[in-house]
């Protein structure tokens, strides 16, 4: 308990100093908000897995911080508004719908129906139970890193609907190594780093860093699960991996704009190591509001947020649930039976709620901005607090299953790794997750029955 009060005091010291910046009551709440659930996630490093405050802290992150950046330093600017990088909509206006359903989300997403002491007594059980049971079985470990390696290197080269099965099975990499690395096999650690250069050269040769930085995070945590590290340990591990993601958000677009343009003529590894050296040698661009300015934009989910606020219901009418209904039949109907079924990606959602066709990359409202956009504010609010309650409930039923499947705990980064983004929106959230758990169920029962081998 005495650090609780501990974070809060620092929470609030940290959000009166911005106050007396100047800056809006919704600002200080929401800078409150990210340094406690920000100190609390770090303090729980080796302790518990705080699994449901990472989704906090991204939508904190995207939604109230960064569009609290734009709105002070650049939003006024010309050239910011020539394309269409500014907020919207007025600061109060738009806090004044994404800060509670913020919250409404945050409320939802930490109802404790297991206590936090039970919640972390149960994971410290199912890691020893996992270590207990693994002894001698290094075998599985192997097996799903080489069928996720095999799976990763076709998975692009893979067609239609099949790409995310072979998605989901290139994913059983860093199962595997959770696999192994609870398990009595020598060597550990080599396969984590192993893994770790695999999944990271997959993401060089894609462009796309973003399963990395999540694999990285939800399967850190569980490792550390065994090690007691000490409170300098823990925030200098913190602070070294929002350097990594600071570095490939700021690296990012350079990155594609050599590799995806030129495409094969280019080797990529070769390209990514220069831009990186690049980057690591003028550090200036990490701070200078305008070299900042492409990652605040990268990062800002807010902007996109606004847009949303800004077109409806004034050119567009609310859904009212209507793309709620279709991400949810279309979680349960396969697409041969429905051809016209939701996709995801956003596009869809983008021209309908912003008016904006998108083309050649990716964009999207996240969930924050469809709850709005079906029910307005205040039925948006109540969405947001469903939605984090559906996902907290999931994981309150693998934290159950753990207690007679201990191994469960190792598959959470393949089950949660698109539930914890805030820019994608529903139909990829609860899509996915349905998918990606119905994928977990059918593992444990072909490894049982075709291998005799119990997962």
């Known amino acids: 308990m005495s650090n609780k009060f501990f974070i809060v005091f620092?929470?609030?010291?940290?959000?009166?100093?911005?106050?007396?910046?100047?800056?809006?009551?919704?600002?200080?709440?929401?800078?409150?908000?990210?340094?406690?659930?920000?100190?609390?996630?770090?303090?729980?490093?080796?302790?518990?897995?705080?699994?449901?405050?990472?989704?906090?802290?991204?939508?904190?992150?995207?939604?109230?911080?960064?569009p609290s950046f734009v709105y002070n330093i650049y939003n006024d600017q010309e050239s910011v508004i020539a394309f269409k990088y500014n907020m919207a909509v007025p600061l109060n206006?738009?806090?004044?719908?994404?800060?509670?359903?913020?919250?409404?989300?945050?409320?939802?997403?930490?109802?404790?129906?297991?206590?936090?002491?039970?919640?972390?007594?149960?994971?410290?059980?199912?890691?020893?139970?996992c270590k207990t049971y693994l002894v001698g079985k290094s075998n599985i470990g192997i097996i799903l890193i080489i069928t996720g390696a095999s799976s990763g290197l076709v998975s692009y080269l893979v067609p239609g609907e099949l790409r995310y099965v072979f998605y989901l099975i290139g994913l059983l990499i860093i199962v595997g190594v959770l696999y192994m690395f609870y398990s009595d096999a020598k060597q550990k650690k080599a396969y984590l780093i192993g893994a770790i250069v695999f999944i990271l050269g997959q993401s060089i040769a894609a462009g796309l860093f973003g399963d990395f930085v999540y694999l990285l995070l939800l399967g850190?945590?569980?490792?550390?699960?065994?090690?007691?590290?000490?409170?300098?340990?823990?925030?200098?591990?913190?602070?070294?991996?929002?350097?990594?993601?600071?570095?490939?958000?700021?690296?990012?677009?350079?990155?594609?704009?050599?590799?995806?343009?030129?495409?094969?003529?280019?080797?990529?590894?070769?390209?990514?190591?220069?831009?990186?050296?690049?980057?690591?040698?003028?550090p200036g661009k990490f701070i200078d509001r305008y070299a900042l300015f492409p990652t605040v934009i990268r990062f800002n989910q807010g902007m996109i947020v606004s847009w949303v606020l800004e077109y409806v219901p004034r050119y567009a009418p609310f859904a009212k649930g209507e793309t709620v209904i279709n991400s949810t039949l279309a979680t349960l109907v396969p697409r041969f039976l429905w051809s016209d079924k939701p996709k995801a990606g956003g596009q869809e959602n983008m021209l309908r709620?912003?008016?904006?066709?998108?083309?050649?990359?990716?964009?999207?409202?996240?969930?924050?901005?469809?709850?709005?956009?079906?029910?307005?504010?205040?039925?948006?609010?109540i969405f947001m607090f469903c939605f984090g309650l559906f996902f907290n409930l999931i994981f309150t039923a693998i934290l159950y299953q753990s207690k007679y499947r201990p191994t469960i705990i190792l598959w959470i980064p393949l089950i949660?790794?698109?539930?914890?983004?805030a820019e994608t929106d529903l139909l990829m959230t609860v899509n996915s997750t349905i998918k990606?758990?119905?994928?977990?169920?059918?593992?444990?029962?072909?490894?049982?029955r075709l291998m005799r081998i119990r997962l």
């Open 10 to 66: 620092i929470a609030l010291v940290v959000s009166f100093l911005f106050y007396m910046k100047g800056l809006t009551w919704y600002e200080n709440i929401s800078i409150f908000l990210f340094v406690y659930f920000l100190i609390t996630l770090i303090d729980s490093i080796g302790k518990s897995y705080d699994l449901l405050t990472i989704p906090t802290l991204l939508l904190i992150f995207e939604c109230l911080i960064m």
């Open 93 to 129: 206006e738009y806090y004044a719908y994404t800060l509670p359903a913020t919250i409404a989300m945050i409320i939802g997403l930490h109802i404790p129906f297991i206590r936090q002491i039970d919640q972390t007594n149960i994971l410290q059980k199912a890691t020893q139970n």
């Open 416 to 421: 949660y790794i698109h539930a914890i983004q």
């Open 353 to 381: 709620f912003t008016g904006l066709t998108i083309v050649g990359y990716s964009m999207n409202i996240g969930v924050i901005g469809e709850a709005y956009a079906n029910y307005g504010k205040n039925g948006g609010i």
């Open 220 to 282: 850190g945590l569980l490792v550390m699960l065994s090690y007691k590290p000490n409170p300098f340990y823990k925030f200098a591990l913190a602070i070294t991996g929002f350097l990594i993601i600071m570095l490939l958000q700021s690296i990012k677009h350079e990155y594609r704009s050599l590799t995806w343009i030129q495409n094969n003529e280019v080797n990529k590894s070769e390209a990514f190591a220069n831009v990186v050296m690049s980057r690591i040698n003028d």
């Open 436 to 448: 990606n758990l119905l994928f977990v169920g059918i593992c444990f029962w072909a490894f049982e």
